[in-house]
């Protein structure tokens, strides 16, 4: 559903972030994108969100070459994948509630069809009574669950995940796998960008390891 | 159930100081608006009494009976089309009249002086001064008409001189408003670069977000804009009852001779609305503006 054919990109005239990146991801795949820091994984999370374009390449979106997405395809597009912000990205004068209902109510629909679906959601991810709180007064755990209900609720096809674990403790950060493990079980394919290597062992999926600008598949 | 809350942040500091400015501009622009009214409407007040009243002067002359050519003067006068009425001054009232020049107590009979005849106008576009005056004086020698012609064209010119420079004053102070109003709604769209991020990456069209941020400023600027006509108004009604027509205090009545009734019309009432409104309209379209430039940098 995504594939990059030698995509290259750099910031401004700085150098080659990333060189000749090549692979694809497959529907109801699960894999770990990793590397050091600063390798640019959250670079490449950009580039499959179509938040920034490549210096050259290919890249292919749900069948449709990128290049030829025009504005107004993008929101489109953005909806039928769900993105996990290393920094969150809540919006704090709204409830955690509205936070995670953002992608529905964008689409102009009423609160009382998605009320039951958000509430539920909420209760998945183990917010169902902190709903009505504000970002500014939830924990970094808190933050990040909210984070990820606000990319499920729209049923993505893609969850696009940056370091959802570097700002929880262990148990947490498993419970939190434990939840993408059960969403990828429900048909939806999982990007999840991390550099702890302890987690990525504890389960056996394809990585894809950015060193020095290339990228190599682990399969 | 709560309400929901709205998506651009309210009370932001941005967002607060962009309101003030708004009620300040409008109320600045509003009270122009009523100035400018004001001296229109007291120049056509002016204008209007002086059409409506001529004088007769009749000069004592040896030989003649000056009452008696000014009775005379009078009756012409009183019988010509588009007259009201003339009156003799008696001597008491042509006293008073003199009397801040020449001091109480003085004897008139003693003096040479003229003779005063008031003709009210009924219909000031109806009568024909100039023909008056001719005939006043073929029948009469020593009366003469004073049309006050050249007052008329003096105020007139004075007062076109001045609602043209209130009307400069208005555009100046609207130009002032639009540049304000755009820079203090750039500055506050600036603190949202983050929620349009956000509605972006949630999948939320450009027009979505253009509206949202539309309606936002839209209700800013009328709560900005209403407020500073509210003060106008109040001021202008205060205005109206502190120098009315019903206070007799010495200020009121030069004010009033100078204004006339201090009421600002209608005219200065529904232009504060209309300012408001118009103000609150472009806070709007600039956001609108400010949001589709924002959009189009980013992608
Ligand atoms: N907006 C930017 N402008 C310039 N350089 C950037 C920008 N974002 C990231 N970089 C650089 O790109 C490289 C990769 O960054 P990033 O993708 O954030 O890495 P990672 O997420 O793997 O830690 C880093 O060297 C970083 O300094
Ligand atoms: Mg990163």
Known sequence: MIRFENVGLRYGVGPEILRDLSFDIRPRSFQFLTGPSGAGKTTLMRLIFMAMRPTRGLINVFGRDATSLTKSDLPAVRRRIGVVFQDFRLLDHLTTFENVALPLRVLNKEESSYRTDVVELLRWVGLGDRMHAFPPVLSGGEKQRAAIARALIGKPEILLADEPTGNVDPPLARRLMRLFVELNRLGTSVVIATHDINLMNQFNARRLVIEEGRLTVYE | ?299
Not at chain 2, 65 to 70: E, G, P, T
Not at chain 2, 84 to 98: F, G, H, K, M, R
Not at chain 2, 242 to 249: A, M, N, T
Not at chain 2, 259 to 281: C, D, H, K, M, N
């Open chain 2, 1 to 299: 159930m709560r309400k929901p809350s709205q998506l651009i942040p309210e009370n932001t500091m941005a967002g607060n100081a962009l309101t003030i400015v708004v009620a300040i501009m409008c109320f600045l622009a509003c009270l122009t608006l009523g100035s400018v009214t004001l001296v229109r409407d007291a120049s056509r007040e002016w204008q209007g009494d002086i059409l409506r009243e001529v004088t007769i002067q009749v000069r004592p002359s040896d030989g003649r009976d000056s009452a008696a050519d000014a009775a005379k003067a009078a009756s012409i006068a009183r019988l010509f089309p588009g007259v009201a009425s003339a009156e003799v001054l008696s001597d008491q009232e042509s006293n008073a009249l003199l009397e801040p020049w020449l001091g109480t107590g003085l004897d008139l009979s003693d003096l040479p002086v003229p003779r005063l005849i008031v003709v009210r106008v009924s219909d000031p576009d109806r009568v024909d001064l100039a023909e008056l005056g001719l005939k006043i004086k073929a029948e009469v020698p020593t009366a003469t008409l004073d049309d006050h012609r050249a007052w008329t064209s003096r105020i007139q010119t004075m007062a076109s001189a001045t609602v043209l420079v209130g009307l400069s004053i208005l555009a100046l102070v609207f130009v002032a408003t639009i540049l304000s109003v755009v820079f203090a709604t750039r500055g506050a769209m600036a603190g949202n670069k983050d929620v349009v991020s956000v509605l972006h990456f949630v999948g939320a069209e450009d027009g979505y977000i253009a509206r949202e941020f539309q309606r936002h400023f839209l209700m800013l600027g009328l709560r900005g804009g209403l407020a500073g006509a509210a003060a106008a108004a109040v001021l202008f009604l205060l205005m109206g009852l502190i120098l009315g027509p019903s206070v007799s205090s010495g200020t009121g009545e030069q004010m009033s001779a100078l204004f006339g009734r201090f009421s600002v019309g209608p005219i200065g009432y529904f232009g504060a609305l209309g300012i408001a409104f118009l103000i609150a309209v472009m806070t709007a379209v600039t956001s609108r503006i400010a949001v589709y430039r924002y959009l189009a940098e980013t992608d």
